[in-house]
């Protein structure tokens, strides 16, 4: 009777573990420093009459401080983050972020040695997103940049798509020190 159910906790055990690691909000692979983002803005952070720079580094704010893996450096490197900003033909596109290694695009799950984040002025324009709502945006955008998914769930995440007004939840905090540690 004892093997009998010792067997089915080990079934159950195998079941339910790759299935909670299924669900985690984040994608796989590393970043060429790690956790820590050595990025620098483009030269697009400045043409528009919208404080950018302002907005990209208040998103850089949200996510400092919740773990010690996870820190941000501005500087210009071949590998370094860059941050922009711009205008779409997509309607209702606020952003979007895309994974490199070296001069090719990178799959999400993959080794990145780079991203690039924008963030669309004329669509934020258009919702007339208030300068909170701007900042969400980057925050959310920055998170993909720190390998943080949608998340899959009901739950309160500023990596839920839309607009919104938020900075990282305890649930993205948890994410990102899953991915990257304490």
């Known amino acids: ?72 450096v501005s500087r210009s490197h071949e590998n370094s983050d860059k941050y922009y ?10 952003g979007r972020m895309d994974p490199y290694n070296g001069s090719r695009m990178a799959s999400i799950n993959s080794s990145w040695s780079s991203t690039k984040v924008h963030v669309f002025h004329n669509n934020m324009d258009a919702f007339n997103m208030s300068e909170a709502e701007r900042i969400s945006n980057a925050t959310h955008e920055i998170g993909h940049s720190l390998k943080l998914a949608h998340p899959v769930g009901n739950v309160t995440s500023v990596m839920k798509q839309g607009i ?19």
């Open 85 to 94: 900003v711009g205008e779409t033909s997509v309607q209702g596109l606020l």
């Open 164 to 182: 919104q007004s938020r900075g990282p939840s305890s649930y993205d905090q948890t994410e990102l020190k899953n991915k990257w540690g304490q």
């Open 1 to 72: 009777m004892k093997r009998k159910f010792a067997s089915l906790g080990i079934a159950t055990l195998l079941l339910i573990v790759p299935i909670q690691s299924a669900l985690a909000d984040y994608w796989q692979g590393g970043k060429t420093w790690g956790g820590t983002t050595v990025y620098e803005f483009d030269s697009s952070v400045y043409n528009y009459s919208y404080d950018y720079e302002n907005v990209y580094n208040q998103a850089i704010r949200n996510w400092e401080g919740i773990s010690s893996k996870v820190s941000f």
